[in-house]
């Protein structure tokens, strides 16, 4: 399963704080967090935002601003696992939250 941790989306350039709500699964289960950043960089190394769906961007425009791309560049980067055994909700999502912070470059 996959989800935004945010509960909710921004154009890249923040990254907030993550809801503990959705962590329960994962504790409930006893099963590890798999981390990732996803990143859309321009050919200068700055954020795509024109990649993202967020604020009062509707569906359709984000569709139509997507394929208007000429070739984007999309960046997955993979984080170790997180055991979600001896943690709670609050702890699982600093964790996470750090480790896909720092392959962001975000705070």
């Known amino acids: 399963m996959c989800y935004f941790p945010e509960g909710t989306t921004t154009d890249g350039t923040e990254l907030r704080p993550f809801k503990g709500g959705l962590m329960q699964a994962v504790i409930d289960s006893n099963t590890s967090i798999r981390p990732f950043a996803i990143r859309y960089p321009n050919e200068d190394g700055s954020v795509n935002i024109a990649m993202a769906y967020h604020a009062d961007t509707t569906l359709w425009q984000s569709l139509r601003m997507v394929l208007a791309q ?20 609050r702890g699982l999502c600093l964790m996470a939250r750090q480790s896909i912070a720092a392959r962001l470059n975000l705070d």
């Open 70 to 89: 000429h070739s984007p560049v999309i960046e997955l980067d993979f984080a170790p696992p997180i055991a979600s055994s001896g943690h709670e909700r």
